[in-house]
T-cell receptor, first 115, second 114 residues
Framework: AQSVTQLDSQVPVFEEAPVELRCNYS??????LFWYVQYPNQGLQLLLK??????LVESINGFEAEFNKSQTSFHLRKPSVHISDTAEYFC?????????????FGGGTRVLVKP | DTGVSQDPRHKITKRGQNVTFRCDPI?????LYWYRQTLGQGPEFLTY????????KSRLLSDRFSAERPKGSFSTLEIQRTEQGDSAMYLC????????????FGEGSWLTVV
């Protein structure tokens, strides 16, 4: 079984400041790691994912996350946030494809970007 | 728009009534998933289909819940004898078989049981 812990439920941050959202997971098997973003009253959109290879993954809108196997972490960072980054962010893990891509999500971190 | 489509987007129902949600996945996606998300929580897996076969059901899916995907395309999620605790957003997602574990979510169906 897998579990995901997002240590911060809310993160207020000023525009153009950096932000880090923490995610730790536990699993007895190899996992794939994801960050999803949910804007108000919308479904989830994939932000980025780690499947294999380089432990640093980037999204097209400036977010990056680093997989740290020894610390079982997959923290999400952005060096300079915009007002439009206000949303809820979910970290998720999935076991091997044979398990049907089932995702286990963390509780979410709500990011509020202030002008 | 060729994304995952869910209907209705919002449903208010009285306790004890039955409700049904429909999900149309992305065309040619073999796998279809249902998740439930309550306020302030992350989504929780309910069940998934590969084509028309329901391959896994969560223990969260009580006997009052039933999901179908009769022709391997759209799916329905029915909740019988709704309870206030069923109030949540029901998310549908789909993926092709070889997607690198990426699944694509719809915008969800909000259920409020009064």
């Amino acid at each position: 079984a897998q579990s995901v812990t997002q240590l911060d439920s809310q993160v207020p941050v000023f525009e153009e400041a950096p932000v880090e959202l923490r995610c730790n997971y536990s699993s007895s098997v190899s996992v794939y790691l994801f960050w999803y973003v949910q804007y108000p009253n919308q479904g989830l959109q994939l932000l980025l994912k780690y499947l294999s290879g380089s432990t640093l993954v980037e999204s097209i809108n400036g977010f990056e996350a680093e997989f740290n196997k020894s610390q079982t972490s997959f923290h999400l960072r952005k060096p300079s946030v915009h007002i439009s980054d206000t949303a809820e962010y979910f970290c998720a893990v999935s076991p091997s494809p044979a398990a049907g891509n089932k995702l286990t999500f963390g509780g979410g971190t709500r990011v509020l970007v202030k002008p | 728009d060729t994304g995952v489509s869910q209907d209705p987007r919002h449903k208010i129902t009285k306790r004890g009534q039955n409700v049904t949600f429909r999900c149309d996945p992305i065309s040619e996606h073999n796998r279809l998933y249902w998740y439930r998300q309550t306020l302030g929580q992350g989504p929780e897996f309910l069940t998934y289909f590969q084509n028309e076969a329901q391959l896994e059901k969560s223990r969260l899916l009580s006997d009052r819940f039933s999901a179908e995907r009769p022709k391997g395309s759209f799916s329905t999620l029915e909740i019988q004898r709704t309870e206030q605790g069923d109030s949540a957003m029901y998310l549908c997602a789909s993926s092709p078989l070889n997607s690198g574990n990426t699944i694509y979510f719809g915008e969800g169906s909000w259920l409020t049981v009064v």
